[in-house]
Structure formats: structure tokens, C-alpha cells
């Protein structure tokens, strides 16, 4: 089991930046891959950013360039830094993990960014 908290969010105007936190319950070199999803109203979740156990990063394409994915070990933690932030961004982010054969989510975070 694998409890997910998420934090960071709040309300940007465009070209701001924030950054995300997900603190995980148990140890990171037992969860394959993190990542950061998001679900604007009306939309389908979508992927944000994703880093696996030996660090590898991948990012969808409309975020590449200004949002990083990166982890802390010792904490337990993943961020997601979010700079030239578009009104387009605006959604819940939600916090994801996958170990050997369970997925688990976090409550998400509300992102705003006003035009």
C-alpha cells in the first residue's frame, strides 16, 4: 500500500510558476514509476510527466521545455516544477505511483493559472 499526498497547488497568472510536491508513505526504490497526470473539466486525464526508479523522465508535448519532473530519495518525494505556466494548464494535477502490480493516486491539487 502506497499513500500519495499532494501539495503546491493554488492560483498563477500566466508566465507564473509553481511547483508540486507528492510525498509517498513508503520508500521510492519500491515504486517503478511516478508520475504527475491532469484532468481539466470537461477532459479526459491526462499524462503530465513521468520519472522511473533510475530516473528517467518523459513528458507529453505540451509541457516539454517548461515543467521538470524530479525526485527526492531521501524524502520520499516528487516534484513537479511548472514555469511559464499557460491558462491551458489549468486542472486538477494528481499524483500517481506503480509498484509490482498495484497503482495508486493521490487526491490532487488544484491548479489555476489566469489569463
Known amino acids: 500500500q502506497v499513500q500519495l499526498v499532494e501539495s503546491g497547488g493554488g492560483l498563477v497568472q500566466a508566465g507564473g510558476s509553481l511547483r508540486l510536491s507528492c510525498a509517498a508513505s513508503?520508500?521510492?526504490?519500491?515504486?517503478?514509476?511516478m508520475a504527475w497526470y491532469r484532468q481539466a473539466p470537461g477532459e479526459q486525464r491526462e499524462l503530465v510527466a513521468r520519472i522511473t526508479v533510475g530516473g528517467t523522465r518523459s513528458y507529453a508535448d505540451s509541457v516539454k521545455g517548461r515543467f521538470t519532473i524530479s525526485r527526492d530519495n531521501a524524502e520520499n518525494t516528487i516534484y513537479l516544477q511548472m514555469n511559464s505556466l499557460k491558462p491551458e494548464d489549468t486542472a486538477v494535477y494528481y499524483c500517481?505511483?506503480?509498484?509490482?502490480?498495484?497503482?495508486?493516486w493521490g487526491q490532487g491539487t488544484q491548479v489555476t493559472v489566469s489569463s
Open positions: 500517481t505511483a506503480w509498484t509490482s502490480g498495484s497503482n495508486y
Open positions: 513508503r520508500s521510492m526504490f519500491s515504486i517503478y514509476v
